[in-house]
């Protein structure tokens, strides 16, 4: 299949600050982790790599829009899947406005099939606001993806997303559990230490 006429996927659902949310127990520590998810998917397999779906530049839709991210602004939205040993782990969606992509941050742009969130935690400068969360259904454009990539959708997918600013620009990821992740599985899951 040519992941790539999938493009784009996008996420439409109603995100909750994780802290006022009720998570599953299993879900948690990877929902709430604020490191570097690509680091912690790599613990967990021996081959990693990233599918990017594509990317483009195009006005932010008011129900992504966020703070620091205003509705209409010019924003180059990336859609990448994630893979540990050739299974599909993570969707990941990035809003990356223009007035961000400039001086070492053009770079963002050109990315290809190198992590983005692996360039970010190498960023000294890295602040990390909020996690938000959110669960898409099995009618969301986010399952029927995974349907196409031949997983059984049985249950709802989680996702989360955050603001990352860098040196004072800012950008969004979101980031949605597939129906095989290792975040669903309990083995894989660390206990959660935000009490």
């Not at 493009?7 to 600050?17: A, E, G, I, N, Q």
């Not at 809003?95 to 961000?100: A, C």
């Not at 083995?187 to 959660?192: E, P």
């Amino acid at each position: 299949m040519n992941l790539q006429s999938l493009f784009p996927v996008t996420l439409t659902s109603h995100w909750h600050d994780a802290q006022d949310s009720v998570l599953p127990v299993n879900l948690q520590s990877w929902l709430l982790d604020p490191n570097s998810l690509t680091a912690r998917l790599k613990s967990h397999c021996q081959h990693f790599r990233v599918e990017l779906l594509g990317q483009q530049v195009e006005r932010c839709q008011s129900n992504e829009a966020v703070a620091l991210i205003k509705p209409n602004e010019q924003v180059l939205v990336r859609e990448v899947l994630l893979f540990c040993d050739d299974k599909p782990q993570v969707f990941a969606r990035s809003l990356l406005p223009l007035s961000s992509l400039t001086g070492a941050e053009q770079a963002l742009a050109n990315l290809g099939t190198q992590s983005l969130g692996q360039v970010l935690f190498n960023s000294p400068s890295l602040e990390r606001q909020a996690i938000e969360v959110a669960e898409f259904d099995q009618n969301s454009s986010v399952a029927q993806l995974a349907k196409d990539l031949a997983l059984k959708v049985e249950n709802n997918l989680w996702g989360r997303r955050s603001i990352f600013v860098l040196e004072n620009k800012p950008l969004m990821v979101a980031e949605v559990f597939l129906p095989e992740a290792f975040a669903y599985q309990p083995n894989t899951n660390l206990a959660c230490k935000n009490g």
